[in-house]
C-alpha cells in the first residue's frame, strides 16, 4: 500500500487556523504512524500550519525513519523537543503530569487527527476488507471445533491461532468466547469453563491485518434452541439488521443507535442492552465515530462502523451480533460476511 502521508498531514495543518495555532504537536503513537508512517512505541510530531512537519523518536526507532517522507530527529524526551507555547497539543493523549512538565502556552486540542482518521481511503477499506475476510474465514474453519466439552479458552486460542495462519498479524483485541451465563457479561474474559449443551455461545472476535483492525460477533446455541433463547436471537437478530441499514451518510450517532435500541426497549428489554450500538475501527479496534444514545456526530462517506446490539440476561446468558460494514451513498458495504442466521452446533 502507498500511502500519501504529506497528504494526510496537509489535512491536518488545514484545520489549525480555525484552532488559533500555528502547529499541533501529535503525542498519540497511532495518530503518528497515521501522519507519517512511523511505528513505535514512543515518538511525537509536529505538524506547521504551512503543511512542513518534524518527527521525533528516541533510539529504537530512529532507523526506522530512514526512508519515510518527513524529516526526523532523535530524542529521548520526544513531546519535550517539540513543545513550546502557543502549540496546540492532543488533550485526550497528554497526561496532566507532562502537560505541566512541558511548560505554560501549550494549547489543549480536540480529536482532531482521529477525525480525519475515521473517514477510510480505497487503500485503507481494503485492508480491512482483508482483515475481515480472514475473520470469516478464521470462524468458518474452527467451527465443527464448538462443542460440548470444549473450554472457552480452547475455542479462543483456536481462533486466534487460525487468524495467524490465514495471515493476521495478530488478534485484534483478546478474543471473547462467553458460554452459558457467561453470556451475560458483555466483555467476559475466557475461563476453563467448558461449553454444554443447550447453551449459548457469544464469540466476539477480529484478526489485525497490516494495522488494521476486524471486528465480528455471532453467538451459537449448542443444540436446538429453547423457546427464550430463538425469540431472543430473532430479537437482536432483527435489531442488528435496522441498525444496519440506518448506516448512511449524514445520519446522527444518535439516529442510528436508537434504530436498533428502539426495537429492544419495545420488547421489554431496554435494560438488557446498555453498551453503544457500535463504534469505528481502523488503526486502532475502537475509534471515531461511536454511536450511542449521548453520541453526536454525523457518519461521513467510506466510514468503517461496527453494529453490534446485544441483550445480556443475568444467570441465564445472552445473545450479540456484530458486524463491520462501511457507510457508502445508497446503502452500506458488510465487510464481515458469515450468516447471521442462529447456528446450531
Known amino acids: 500500500m502507498t500511502v500519501n502521508y504529506a497528504q494526510r498531514r496537509a489535512r491536518l495543518a488545514a484545520l489549525l487556523p480555525a484552532h488559533e495555532v500555528d502547529a499541533m504537536l501529535v503525542t498519540s503513537t497511532v495518530n503518528v504512524r ?6 513505535s512505541s514512543n515518538a511525537a510530531a509536529l505538524i506547521k500550519a504551512d503543511g512542513s512537519a518534524l518527527l521525533v523518536t528516541d533510539n ?5 525513519t530512514h526512508g519515510l517522507d518527513v524529516q526526523a530527529v532523535e530524542a529521548a524526551d520526544v513531546a519535550g523537543e517539540l513543545a513550546a507555547p502557543g502549540v496546540g497539543i492532543e488533550a485526550a493523549h497528554m497526561s496532566v503530569a507532562t502537560y505541566e512538565r512541558l511548560g505554560p502556552g501549550l494549547v489543549p486540542l480536540g480529536p482532531l487527527v482521529e477525525g480525519l482518521r475515521a473517514v477510510k481511503d480505497d487503500d485503507e477499506l481494503e485492508l480491512l476488507r482483508t482483515a475481515c475476510a480472514i475473520t470469516d474465514q478464521a470462524f468458518a474453519d474452527v467451527l465443527h471445533t464448538i462443542r460440548p466439552g470444549v473450554t472457552e479458552r ?3 486460542r483456536l481462533l486466534e491461532a487460525r487468524m495467524i495462519e490465514l495471515g493476521a498479524a495478530k488478534p485484534a483485541f483478546d478474543t471473547i468466547v462467553a458460554a452459558g451465563p457467561n453470556g451475560a457479561i458483555p466483555h467476559h474474559a475466557p475461563t476453563d469453563r467448558e461449553l454444554r449443551s443447550g447453551e449459548l455461545v457469544t464469540i466476539d472476535f477480529g484478526a489485525a491485518y497490516q494495522g488494521y483492525h476486524a471486528d465480528m460477533t455471532r453467538t451459537v446455541c449448542l443444540g436446538p434452541p429453547a423457546d427464550w433463547q430463538s425469540e431472543v436471537y430473532d430479537l437482536v437478530a ?3 439488521r435496522a441498525g ?4 448512511t451518510p449524514g445520519a446522527t450517532a444518535k439516529e442510528v443507535d436508537a434504530a436498533a435500541r428502539s426495537l429492544i426497549a419495545a420488547a421489554g428489554h431496554g435494560d438488557h442492552f446498555r453498551h453503544g450500538l457500535g463504534h469505528g475501527v481502523g488503526l486502532e479496534i475502537h475509534e471515531e465515530p461511536f454511536l450511542g444514545p449521548a ?8 466510514v468503517p462502523i461496527t453494529v453490534e446490539p446485544g441483550i445480556y440476561l443475568p444467570g441465564r446468558g445472552g445473545v450479540r451480533i456484530e458486524d463491520t460494514l462501511v457507510t457508502r451513498q445508497g446503502e452500506p458495504e458488510l465487510f464481515t460476511k458469515t450468516t447471521k442466521e442462529l447456528l446450531v452446533l
Not at 60 to 64: A, G, N, T
Request: aromatic share 6%; net charge positive; proline share 0%.
Open 60 to 64: 529504537r526507532y530512529i532507523e526506522k
Open 34 to 39: 497515521y501522519l507519517t508512517g512511523l511505528v
Open 295 to 302: 453520541r453526536t456526530g454525523r457518519l461521513e462517506d467510506r
Open 154 to 156: 480452547d475455542v479462543a
Open 244 to 247: 444496519r441499514h440506518a448506516v
Open 238 to 240: 432483527e435489531a442488528q
